[in-house]
């Protein structure tokens, strides 16, 4: 086998292989779309209706001072590492 068959069979088989990738994920492009256009023709991508509510810490009451404490916090680190 000449150097020239060898290059000529190395590119086929390399055009064989990045066909067969592109393939798999053209298929794989066709499945995500049409599961998401199921999802949504079933309707289970809506919410529940009302989002969730936060649920308040026991010392809720102190959450000024703590956002306050967390803010000059965050200034002083800001000032000291620019």
Do not use: H
Not at 35 to 57: E, F, H, M, N, Y
Request: a neutral charge.
């Amino acid at each position: 086998m000449t150097i020239v068959e060898m290059l000529g069979q190395s590119g086929v088989l390399t055009l064989l292989g990045m066909g067969i990738v592109f393939g798999f994920l053209l298929i794989l492009i066709i499945c995500v779309t049409l599961i998401g256009r199921l999802i949504q023709a079933i309707g289970t991508d809506k919410d529940s209706g009302t989002p969730a509510q936060a649920v308040a810490p026991s010392g809720s009451a102190n959450n000024g001072a703590v956002t306050a404490a967390i803010s000059a916090a965050v200034d002083e680190y800001r000032k000291k590492n620019q």
